[in-house]
């Protein structure tokens, strides 16, 4: 299965119970395979007529206490940041999964990694934020999607999965799993017509005076408690690594490889690999820094997640960046070639 | 002692935020009569709108949702696909659903969405503070347009949002009525409560009933003379009509 496709049938084996979604390259398998298959099962799709319109479908079934979701690609995501705030001022779960393309603009078709600002900042107007897991490999995208629902109904809010145009195009064999994973909460907030309860109000508006600000003070508690609890990270081979490579997705794919012809040429490298992308393995990239070593953030932009790290590392060590922007892939040789220069600069100090 | 009026249930006892003479009150009042009228509270889920009806839900008491500006269709959509037993109706106003909303609603009406919508035109946008909207009238004095709107400045001509809607194949049901003295208010009633039992009898597509009502602040009128306005002004500009259905 594709990428886009095993994410698909991945959120139809989690439940979902409305796909809603506008056609935009690179994810338009996702949008196909939903419109023939969440219908067979007796589920919900509908083609909006915009992406601002399929956030705010996402948004009403939310609101009824179903699990919707909607897909999309950089530009598409940006017009869905209105009602990605909405979502968050609502405290309404979601599932929106960005398979990212080159930008500023309509940019181009090919893979990037340039919305991580976006995804893992809020992206929208207002103090918020959105769970944003990173994954690497076609089963780690189809891992995501029952993860994604969960962490959205547990939390009641917004979960980004952010991919790219290659992962969502790539095939790979791919194992679903449908047994039960975390208890979740009732839903007594849903909007189901008023039987037997008083009404029920979802919003997103505080007008009296100090209470917008209490539930700014409430949303940052939950997101103190998600960052304490849901982060995840994969370290390979860090232990004695002089030098640590850091990246996500498809990117630590390739890192991966550099790492160990690195090790075949005797240097001693390592990779930190971030699940979540927000909350951000910040502890593990500061434990890593305690011991000098030199970092390496790679990535397909100019440099954005470059900045989690330097935050993380807090002036402990040297931090570094191979950026490639605008649809630029790093190759593994690229990548072995910038650890080579760095063992070469560590050596001559 | 015989009670020949009293509030109805689906309505809150609470003091009003809206000016005095605003049609939004009679609106609510005629929604909540027919929600009580059709036995429906207990399954409607109503979406109020951005605008001077944002807080219609501490007035109706029925679940409901307040969402972006002019994204209500999309809005209920998403509700009503995910839950075809439930009533669901989007309550917009003129910037709302006219302006901002438009792809919106032309839409959700183009998909036949079962879903009903109260659409009330006041010609103005009321809670930023009178600014010109769609359906302003030739000649009507806003905050931004102070010499009187006209097609000239490009400023444009009032935007028969009915009208347009009537002719897609996915409304069942159309109407213009006007808020304008007892036989209009009336009618108004019979025009919302035509638009819920079309949708609890399932009829195949949306259903809108746009609202002419009065907003004496921005019009900068006395409350009578408001009324009187609708009559002799706006509705040459928007005919009281049955377009469809």
New interface residues.
Partial sequence: MCGNEALAEAAIVAGCDAYFGYPITPQNEITAYMSERMPQEGRVFVQSESELAAINMVFGAAATGKRAMTSSSSPGVSLMQEGISYLAGAELPAVVVNVMRGGPGLGNIAPSQADYFQATRGGGHGDYRTIVLGPSSVQELADCMPLAFDLADQYRMTVMILADGILGQMMEPVTLDPKPRRPLPPKPWALTGMKDRPQNIVRSLYLADGALEELNNRLMAKYQQIQANEVLCEQYRVEDAEIVIVAYGIVARIARAAVDQARDEGICAGMIRPITLWPFPSDQIAAAAETFRVFLTVEMSCGQMVEDVKLAVAGKCPVLLHGRPGGGVPTTDEVLDKIRQLTIRAGAA | MNTVFKRTSVLKDCPTHYCPGCGHGIAHRLVAEVIDELDI?????G??PVGCA??A?NYL????????HG?AP??????K???PD?IIFSYQGDGDLAAIGT??I??AA??AERITVIFINNAVFGMTGGQMAPTTMLGQVTATTQQGRNPSNGQGYPLQVSEILALLPGTVYVERCALNGVPGIRRTKAAMKHAFQLQMDDAPGLSLVEVLSPCPTYWRMSPAKAMKWIDEQMSRAFPIARLKG
């Fill in positions: 509270q207990d399954r409607t889920i979406i109020a944002v807080l839900y008491d029925v679940d409901m949702v307040e969402v972006a994204r999309a809005v209920a959509t998403g509700m696909r995910t839950n439930k792809a919106e032309i839409h183009h998909r």
